[in-house]
């Protein structure tokens, strides 16, 4: 999934047919591996010294099927609880594939009534990601400024891009072996060598996005040994990866209509339009002069598309590309739009790409014929111009990817005693038919759903409905009542939107939320 998540198939059979390996409930196969406890100590990071954090190295094996062989160093981050009684260790992945989840174990704090006090948050940096050891990277520089433009309408277009996709995929080889154990079943066997290093016989889990299916995979292979679980923002196992990808664009391109339906609700504030399609028919006009004259030199049409995807993603951000929007148009200022695309995009840090590719490519195999590709994507492109040529471009090395392509776990829930799942069903990163087939897969599940809401992982940012009950889940193990049918289980109203100062509802004090910025950064990136 583009930048989730971070949001794929093998030619001849649709990405959605997915073979069972192995059978629910069944542990994977290899030898067993037995780490040592992790040695705690001062963690480097500012926030989680704040926070009383411990920090430690898990050596696990590359390749599980060699626990004897060469080994990757797992970052780890530990808050430990403050109640007289624990309930165990709570595992946190933001997901990506390729989110760094080493300060994740200060989420605790922000679940309310303290009832995460009496867990052990556990942060940690999957294999290949941020600080593990070794860290991905292929070429730090794929990020740059005034690319080629994404929409391939010229055969040179499409080449340029076909070579970058498969100049990065070929430069992605020189991380060696470790690229052949990166799949999700590869990190989940990961958190099982973590609750074993940690004493446990059974690990709670909260994933967001991608870390949702990390989940899945994990409680399919290892049942017995979960918890509780909260699974917010679901992927569809069903359509791991391809699939998942086009669904993604046409969500996304009904997203960034809302957010344009906002700005001109606000068209005394920002000045681009009364209307929706005025907004829109304004963004597209600038996006094309970019392609002729790059604002600043730096930001060009697919910078401005990297930019404004974000809106379609999350609210928290609506005021700031507003602004940045506005500022460009009336103002000619390109130094805010540069601003928000290298906090996007990061040029010269390419880990979280690398490591996204490195677990879609090698989870299942990808369509191998760009010709169905190219189809797929121009006739998805006819009705949702926003963002699927970004996004095509964004999972092309998986045409060209080095390492042998997995197949996918058959995900089953049913020996899994309990699930929270949490979605609002307006969600384009993981459109909300993934929550309601992962209920359907978990019959002991609940799944609260925010009708109307867009905004993608969001829980514990501040909307009590959701957080009140996530609370009372992590306290007490109560699940809301679960409900016939395969709808959701109850509902709650997603937060507000936005209201930008300077508008005459901001005046009343009404508006959106403040999301903490140190949880909002975890969970946005990459």
């Given at each position: 999934?583009?930048?989730?998540f971070?949001?794929?198939a093998t030619?001849?059979?649709?990405?959605?047919?997915?073979?069972?390996?192995?059978?629910?409930?069944?542990?994977?196969?290899?030898?067993d591996?037995?780490?040592a406890?992790?040695?705690?100590?001062?963690?480097?990071?500012?926030s989680?010294?704040?926070?009383g954090?411990?920090?430690?190295?898990?050596?696990?094996?590359?390749?599980?099927?060699?626990?004897g062989?060469?080994?990757?160093?797992?970052?780890?981050?530990?808050?430990?609880?403050t109640?007289?009684?624990?309930?165990?260790?709570?595992?946190?992945?933001?997901?990506?594939?390729?989110?760094s989840?080493?300060g994740?174990?200060?989420l605790?704090?922000?679940?309310?009534?303290?009832?995460?006090?009496s867990?052990?948050?556990?942060?940690f940096d999957?294999?290949g990601?941020?600080?593990?050891?070794?860290?991905?990277?292929?070429?730090?520089?794929?990020?740059?400024?005034?690319?080629?433009?994404y929409?391939?309408?010229?055969?040179?277009?499409?080449q340029?891009?076909?070579?970058?996709?498969?100049?990065?995929?070929?430069?992605?080889?020189?991380?060696?072996?470790?690229?052949?154990?990166?799949k999700?079943?590869?990190?989940?066997?990961d958190?099982e060598s973590?609750?074993?290093?940690?004493?446990?016989?059974?690990?709670?889990y909260?994933?967001?996005?991608?870390?949702?299916?990390?989940?899945?995979v994990?409680?399919?292979?290892?049942?017995?040994?979960?918890?509780r679980?909260?699974?917010?923002?679901n992927?569809?196992?069903?359509?791991?990866?391809y699939?998942?990808?086009?669904?993604?664009?046409v969500?996304f391109?009904?997203?960034?209509?809302?957010?344009?339906?906002?700005?001109?609700?606000?068209?005394?504030?920002?000045?681009?339009?009364?209307?929706?399609?005025a907004?829109e028919?304004?963004?597209?006009?600038?996006?094309?002069?970019?392609?002729a004259q790059?604002?600043g030199?730096?930001?060009?049409?697919?910078?401005?598309?990297?930019?404004?995807?974000?809106?379609?993603?999350?609210?928290?951000?609506?005021?700031?590309?507003?602004k940045?929007?506005?500022?460009?148009?009336?103002?000619?200022?390109w130094?805010?739009?540069k601003?928000?695309?290298?906090?996007?995009?990061?040029?010269?840090?390419?880990?979280?790409?690398?490591?996204y590719?490195?677990?879609?490519?090698?989870?299942?195999?990808?369509?191998?014929?760009?010709?169905?590709?190219?189809?797929d994507n121009?006739?998805?492109?006819?009705?949702?111009p926003?963002?699927?040529?970004?996004?095509?471009w964004?999972?092309a090395?998986?045409l060209?990817?080095?390492?042998?392509?997995?197949?996918?776990v058959?995900?089953?829930?049913?020996?899994?005693t309990?699930?929270?799942l949490i979605d609002e069903?307006?969600?384009?990163?993981?459109?909300?038919?993934?929550?309601?087939?992962?209920?359907?897969?978990?019959?002991?599940?609940s799944?609260?759903?925010?009708p109307?809401?867009?905004?993608?992982?969001?829980?514990?940012?501040?909307?009590?409905?959701?957080?009140?009950?996530?609370?009372?889940?992590?306290?007490?193990?109560?699940?809301?009542?679960?409900k016939?049918?395969?709808?959701?289980?109850?509902?709650?109203?997603?937060?507000?939107?936005?209201v930008p100062?300077?508008a005459?509802?901001?005046?009343?004090?009404?508006?959106a939320?403040?999301?903490?910025?140190?949880?909002?950064?975890?969970?946005t990136?990459?």
């Amino acid at each position: 999934m583009n930048k989730l998540f971070s949001a794929i198939a093998t030619a001849g059979v649709l990405a959605g047919c997915l073979v069972a390996v192995p059978s629910a409930g069944a542990a994977p196969a290899v030898p067993d591996f037995q780490p040592a406890p992790i040695a705690w100590g001062a963690c480097s990071s500012a926030s989680l010294q704040k926070a009383g954090a411990q920090c430690g190295f898990l050596d696990v094996p590359m390749d599980y099927g060699d626990p004897g062989g060469a080994k990757v160093s797992l970052a780890v981050s530990r808050v430990q609880h403050t109640t007289a009684q624990s309930q165990g260790v709570m595992l946190v992945n933001p997901g990506g594939p390729g989110g760094s989840g080493l300060g994740l174990s200060v989420l605790g704090r922000y679940v309310p009534n303290h009832a995460g006090d009496s867990y052990d948050w556990i942060g940690f940096d999957p294999r290949g990601v941020g600080s593990s050891k070794p860290a991905l990277s292929c070429d730090p520089n794929y990020f740059g400024y005034n690319r080629p433009n994404y929409v391939p309408t010229t055969p040179q277009l499409e080449q340029t891009w076909l070579a970058s996709s498969k100049a990065y995929a070929t430069a992605c080889a020189k991380n060696g072996a470790l690229l052949e154990h990166m799949k999700t079943t590869d990190v989940a066997k990961d958190m099982e060598s973590l609750r074993k290093a940690l004493g446990q016989q059974q690990i709670n889990y909260y994933g967001f996005s991608y870390g949702t299916y990390l989940g899945q995979v994990y409680s399919t292979l290892y049942p017995q040994r979960v918890r509780r679980m909260v699974l917010d923002s679901n992927v569809d196992p069903r359509k791991v990866w391809y699939r998942a990808n086009l669904d993604q664009d046409v969500a996304f391109d009904r997203n960034i209509k809302i957010y344009f339906d906002w700005v001109a609700k606000y068209d005394d504030v920002y000045h681009l339009g009364t209307s929706g399609d005025a907004v829109e028919q304004l963004w597209y006009s600038e996006q094309k002069k970019l392609s002729a004259q790059p604002a600043g030199g730096v930001i060009g049409p697919d910078e401005w598309s990297d930019i404004f995807l974000q809106a379609g993603y999350y609210r928290f951000g609506w005021e700031d590309m507003a602004k940045a929007f506005s500022g460009w148009v009336h103002n000619g200022d390109w130094q805010t739009l540069k601003a928000l695309y290298d906090d996007t995009d990061t040029p010269g840090d390419d880990n979280g790409f690398a490591v996204y590719n490195a677990v879609q490519c090698s989870d299942t195999q990808w369509p191998p014929s760009w010709q169905r590709w190219k189809t797929d994507n121009w006739a998805t492109y006819l009705r949702a111009p926003f963002e699927t040529w970004g996004n095509a471009w964004y999972n092309a090395p998986c045409l060209f990817w080095p390492a042998k392509p997995g197949k996918p776990v058959r995900i089953d829930g049913t020996h899994v005693t309990s699930a929270l799942l949490i979605d609002e069903e307006l969600d384009a990163a993981t459109p909300f038919a993934g929550s309601l087939e992962v209920r359907k897969r978990y019959p002991h599940s609940s799944l609260i759903s925010e009708p109307g809401g867009t905004t993608h992982a969001d829980s514990l940012s501040g909307d009590s409905c959701v957080d009140d009950q996530v609370a009372d889940y992590l306290a007490t193990g109560k699940l809301p009542a679960r409900k016939p049918g395969n709808g959701p289980d109850t509902t709650c109203a997603p937060l507000p939107d936005p209201v930008p100062a300077g508008a005459a509802a901001a005046k009343s004090g009404t508006g959106a939320a403040k999301v903490p910025s140190e949880l909002r950064q975890a969970l946005t990136r990459p």
